[in-house]
């Protein structure tokens, strides 16, 4: 692998590591006492209340059915089917509510696994939200190639998410590493 390979997977690496320790709005559905972590005490938690907590915090207890993602911060097939029309309809880059966007949809795929392993949601939903995703990254890309023959002007800029900016810097050779980081 090229340097320049490795430091754009290194880059994106570290943009879905902030992500990851971004807080994320959460419901409790289980009582639960809380445990003790390295000095850090997480919880208790109350059935009905909300709690904002990192999202690599809240990923074992949404595992163990005690925390729920809200629906506000909901990401699932519905909502990537949307942002892939909106993107596919719209000769620009949409304009995500996060710059965090696609690393919301790759980390978000867990809990549709996890829906679909506890029967909660039909198989055939996960083929849909790749389905999704690969068009939102392939109509993205097809205009992201298209500004790098012009200059980026503040507004594309800004209609970019932290991933595709550090992916601007590096295109030409990189396209393939970004695309498959999202898919996998």
Same mark, same amino acid.
């Given at each position: 692998? +090229?340097?320049?390979?490795?430091? @754009?997977?290194? +880059? ?5 590591? #902030? ?8 419901? /409790? ?6 445990? +003790?972590?390295?000095? %850090? #005490?997480?919880?208790?938690? %109350? ?24 629906? %506000? %911060?909901? /990401?699932?097939?519905?909502?990537? $089917? ?8 719209? $000769?620009?880059?949409?304009? $995500? ?26 198989? @055939? ?21 298209? &500004? ?9 800029? #800004? #209609? &970019?998410?932290?991933?595709? $900016?550090? &992916? ?17």
């Amino acid at each position: 692998m +090229s340097k320049i390979e490795e430091d @754009l997977a290194d +880059s994106i690496k570290r943009i879905n590591f #902030r992500f990851v320790n971004q807080e994320i709005k959460m419901e /409790c559905i289980k009582n639960y006492d809380g445990f +003790s972590l390295l000095d %850090e #005490r997480i919880g208790p938690f %109350e059935k009905g209340k909300e709690y904002k907590l990192k999202l690599f915090k809240g990923i074992t207890l949404i595992e163990k059915g005690v925390l729920q993602i809200t629906t %506000e %911060e909901k /990401c699932d097939n519905t909502i990537v $089917q949307r942002h892939a029309i909106a993107e596919r309809d719209n $000769q620009k880059l949409v304009r $995500q509510e996060s710059l965090f966007f696609l690393n919301k949809i790759k980390e978000f795929k867990k809990f549709l696994k996890m829906d679909i392993k506890k029967g909660l949601r039909p198989p @055939l939903d996960i083929n849909k939200y790749d389905s999704y995703i690969m068009s939102i990254l392939d109509h993205r890309l097809v205009k992201l190639l298209k &500004l790098t023959n012009t200059e980026l002007s503040l507004d594309d800029e #800004r #209609r &970019l998410t932290y991933s595709e $900016q550090a &992916l601007f810097d590096k295109i030409s050779q990189l396209i393939i590493i970004w695309r498959k980081f999202y898919l996998n």
